[in-house]
C-alpha cells in the first residue's frame, strides 16, 4: 500500500446522501475494468485513448465522492496528453490502493 494511503476511503457523496450507496458501489466495482482498459491503452502507447480514460475517471471519481481519485485521474491526464507515462505503474499500484480502500469503505459498519 502506497505511503499516506488510507485504507478505508468513504465516498464523501455518501456521506451526504446516504440513499445512494448502490450507484456508489457500481462505481467503485467497475473501478477494475476502468484499470484493465488504462492498462490495454498503455500496451499499445494509445496516447489519446489514454488521455480520455483518464479525463473520465477524473469525472467520474468527483462525481461519485472520491477527490483523491479524482486528483491522480487529472494528474495521470496532464501526463498522457504530453505523452509521458514513465509513473505508470506507480499509478497503477495507487489506483489499486485507492479501489481497496474504496471497498472497504462500502462495507457494513
Known sequence: ????????????????????RDLVQEFVEALPQRLEE????YEALDWDQLAVLAHR???AAGSYGYPDLS???AEMEE???????????????????????????LEEP
Open 57 to 59: 475517471l477524473k469525472g
Open 1 to 20: 500500500m502506497p505511503a499516506n494511503q488510507p485504507t478505508k476511503l468513504v465516498s464523501q457523496l455518501l456521506l451526504d446522501d446516504a440513499s445512494l
Open 71 to 73: 486528483r491522480l485521474a
Open 38 to 41: 488504462l492498462r490495454r491503452a
Open 79 to 105: 501526463k498522457f496528453r504530453l505523452h509521458q507515462a514513465e509513473h505508470f505503474t506507480q499509478w497503477l499500484d495507487r489506483l489499486n490502493a485507492i479501489i481497496g480502500a474504496a471497498k472497504a469503505g
